[in-house]
């Protein structure tokens, strides 16, 4: 069922649809200034409404000095506005949960995050647009109905999300899922409810943009204050956020209320303060609101996130890791006995370390998980980054109060995420330079001038002392210290852009250690893009360990690719599943790798099977368009033979047929078409007569002919030259053109400036209507110059080609023979 199909639904618009005590409530809601009598009466037709708002009221929220007892009361205390947003809260809650549970649906984490939303939201507008704060209680108490409503009515609807425990959490590209699925977003869809249920009252633009942090700037304080609210929320309910992210919101929040440590914080306390009264108020249990980050300080947040820092300039490898947790346990917790497991930045193994009085020693490195063998048997804390799991703590000692206990735990959660950015960051690049400095080649990064930007060990130990030599220029240091040799093609990598990459071999005697030997270097070199500007990767290898008869190949190789390169056709090598492993170097990049049958799509006159049966034929020839991008292709002649002595491996050898396949249409139109007026020539007229009349005598259809030339072309030829002659003739052409019918009509030059028509399908008066009315178009277009002389006839049984065109002819004749700029029929013969 499509979303229209399900809000044009009455049945399941009513099963979500609110109930008349809450209508009534929001109603009331929507008043500037409610009416205490009358919300009195709505609350009053629910006992159970009532109670439970008086709970509420009496909550340590509030902190009342005395307990209230009646809803008249409690108006009078804490204003009528703020008694009407509580109704709406406790019946909202009542009728969601009651029909969500239905669905075997827990209502528990969406409920925390619509609560702390709305309540923050609240608070937020009351210091920045105070006016609107009641009103921004009830949009984002209401702000995610539509996905409620469609979890509960239709839940297939709802695009998949990356968690299934709270429905109104977002998550990123949510909005482009929405549009892709609805036509809009969530927040367009709850104001579509709204107008569906007749609760055009609450309408609040805010709901559009409650998830657009991005540009909350842009938009006016009260939708400011129900983006806030709404990521405050996700940011203090997810267990599963980033810490490093919630610290980051929370400064932003301080900064966006223009508020200091000290008030911010006790911001946070209202704002938690009211989440749980009512939280508790309704019997909803947070089983697990020890993990949550309103529990702690914006302060002790602080203090973690800056201690978690450190491993981020870690140093010496995963060892590093623990050095830096036990200074970090010892100091704040005075945690000195624990063990600590580390999931391998490189593969799904652990490392094991154990602290204790002696000191910190690792005992296990690169095992799996279940094989750890901890001494310490108590429950650890996970250290985890984005659901994933990086390793466990655990520690010996009960000493810890309940808050220290807290404050260790999140304390990890500011070192998963840490580990996690040590992990893909600093551990690869620390492995990555280790790597690098060990590698028996010269490793050079230069700029796109060809000056060293640095250089590792093995390449100062070939160019003897680079380091002292005054110059940063590579060839010119290579020059000077091993030999020259680059040559012209170093330059014009140089200047070149177009030019990506060198390549050279070059032997040479080497002053390494201070030892002269002979070296045979391969030097290669690259153009690569970082940002905005070009780098080169300069690489170089003593290759002298290859044998001479190696080298020899190599060389041979070399010349081979040279020749090979320098021929107008395509050379492939390809397995026997047509995996292309060699192509001709100027094509390497668009085809090495894919396979010919997906590249090459055969001619309509193939009729064998396209695929690796090809190749049980000694020698084939086929004719395929070859695709270099996502284009058509282009004619290429594959001439496919064995490799005989290399296995399973086919020599292919592509001939480009564009030019031969240009040249024979150009032939074919050239045979078909007088090339000045682009008509059919003297030849096909006779052609597709003849094959026209037996047409007409297979089905009885009739056919004529119009046959003409052109008065006072010559006068035109002579008086103005060949130039407007040429002209004249390409005008009369495009006027048959246009005058007659496409694919039924066929318009031909026949000679000089003769004309003939062959016009199917046509009765006698109708053909006579069609020349006339292209001897009056010629006339109208030449202003009399030029006219037609013309001689019309029909088919007639017995006739020919040869017979209809010369009746036509003699007509013609006969036309001329009366002055010209006229058309007449021919004589039956007798």
Not at 4 to 33: C, G, H, N, T, Y
Not at 63 to 80: M, N, P, W
Request: a negative charge; charged letters at 25%; aromatic letters at 8%.
């Amino acid at each position: 069922m499509s979303l229209d199909e399900i809000l044009e639904s009455p049945r399941l618009m009513m099963k979500l649809s609110f109930p008349p005590v809450m209508l009534q409530l929001m109603e009331e809601a929507s008043k500037a200034e409610p009416d205490f009598s009358v919300l009195g009466k709505i609350i009053s037709m629910d006992p159970a409404l009532s109670a439970t708002i008086l709970n509420l009221v009496n909550s340590p929220f509030y902190g009342l000095s005395q307990e209230i007892y009646d809803l008249k009361r409690a108006a009078v205390v804490l204003g009528t506005k703020e008694l009407l947003n509580l109704a709406v809260t406790v019946s909202f809650q009542q009728h969601i949960k009651t029909k969500l549970e239905k669905q075997n649906y827990k209502i528990y984490s969406d409920w925390m995050l619509t609560v702390w939303g709305a309540v923050s939201a609240q608070l937020i507008a009351s210091r920045i647009c105070p006016e609107y704060a009641d009103k921004i209680y009830l949009c984002s108490l209401l702000k995610d109905i539509s996905l409620l409503f469609l979890k509960f009515a239709a839940p297939d609807e709802i695009p998949e999300m990356p968690r299934n425990d709270a429905v109104i959490m977002s998550y990123p590209g949510q909005a482009e899922a929405e549009n892709k699925i609805w036509g809009m977003t969530h927040g367009a869809l709850t104001q579509l409810l709204f107008s569906r249920w007749k609760l055009k009252a609450l309408e609040c633009p805010s709901i559009l943009h409650h998830h657009s942090l991005e540009e909350l700037d842009s938009f006016d304080l009260p939708t400011q204050a129900l983006i806030l609210g709404t990521k405050w929320a996700e940011m203090e309910l997810g267990n599963n956020s980033a810490p490093f992210n919630v610290l980051q919101f929370e400064l932003k929040l301080q900064n966006s209320l223009d508020l200091d440590e000290e008030s911010i914080e006790e911001f946070r306390n209202i704002c938690r303060t009211k989440f749980q009264s009512m939280l508790s108020t309704l019997g909803i249990e947070q089983s697990d609101s020890r993990d949550h980050f309103y529990n702690h300080s914006i302060k002790t947040l602080q203090s973690s996130y800056l201690m978690s820092l450190e491993l981020l300039t870690a140093e010496g490898g995963v060892d590093s890791i623990p050095r830096i947790i036990a200074r970090h346990v010892k100091l704040n917790w005075d945690v000195s006995k624990w063990e600590i497991a580390l999931k391998s930045p490189d593969f799904d193994k652990y490392y094991l370390y154990k602290a204790d009085e002696s000191g910190l020693e690792r005992i296990a490195a690169q095992v799996d998980k279940e094989l750890l063998k901890w001494s310490v048997r108590m429950e650890g804390i996970e250290i985890s980054s984005h659901d994933v799991s990086l390793g466990e703590f655990r520690y010996v000692g009960s000493g810890l109060s309940r808050r220290e206990t807290e404050d260790l735990k999140l304390y990890f959660r500011f070192i998963g995420q840490a580990y996690e950015h040590y992990s893909l960051r600093l551990h690869l690049l620390e492995g990555r330079a280790l790597t690098l400095e060990t590698l028996p080649l010269g490793i050079a990064r230069l700029d796109i001038q060809g000056q060293v930007l640095d250089m590792n060990d093995e390449m100062r130990k070939i160019l003897g002392g680079a380091a002292v030599s005054g110059t940063k220029n590579f060839r010119e240091l290579f020059d000077m210290l091993v030999g020259p040799g680059f040559g012209k093609e170093w330059s014009k990598f140089i200047s070149d852009d177009s030019i990506i990459s060198f390549n050279k071999i070059l032997c040479a005697r080497l002053r390494t250690g201070g030892v002269p030997r002979d070296a045979c270097l391969y030097i290669s070199a690259y153009k690569q893009k970082r940002g905005e500007d070009w780098l080169i990767s300069a690489i170089m290898e003593d290759i002298r360990g290859i044998s001479e008869t190696q080298v020899q190949a190599l060389k041979q190789k070399d010349f081979l690719e040279g020749i090979i390169d320098s021929m107008s056709d395509v050379v492939f090598t390809v397995d026997a599943r047509g995996n292309i492993h060699y192509v001709s170097s100027r094509y390497s990049k668009i085809f090495l790798g894919r396979n010919i049958f997906d590249i090459a799509t055969p001619s309509g006159t193939f009729t064998g099977l396209w695929g690796p049966e090809l190749f049980e034929h000694p020698k084939s020839v086929v004719e395929v368009l070859m695709k270099r991008t996502d284009s058509a292709g282009l004619p290429f002649e594959l001439v496919i033979s064995k490799l005989e002595g290399a296995g399973e491996k086919y020599l292919i050898v592509a001939r480009d047929m564009t030019a031969i396949r240009r040249l024979e249409a150009k032939l074919k139109k050239q045979a078909i078409f007088d090339g000045l007026t682009e008509l059919y020539n003297h030849t096909q007229f006779n052609t597709m007569l003849a094959r026209e009349i037996t047409r007409s005598k297979r089905t009885g259809r009739p056919i004529g002919i119009l046959f003409f030339d052109l008065d006072g072309f010559k006068k035109v030829n002579d008086t103005e030259g060949h130039q407007a002659g040429d002209q004249v003739l390409k005008s009369v052409a495009k006027i048959l053109k246009e005058e007659l019918r496409a694919g039924m009509d066929f318009p031909c030059r026949y000679g000089g400036d003769e004309f003939g028509i062959i016009i199917t399908e046509v009765r006698p008066e109708s053909l006579e209507m069609i020349g006339n009315r292209i001897r009056v178009k010629i006339e109208t277009k030449f202003s009399g110059r030029v006219t037609i002389s013309g001689g019309m006839t029909v088919y007639e049984d017995g006739d020919s080609h040869v017979s209809m065109l010369k009746r036509a002819d003699t007509a013609a004749y006969e036309a001329k023979d009366l002055g010209g700029n006229l058309l007449k029929w021919s004589k039956k013969e007798s």
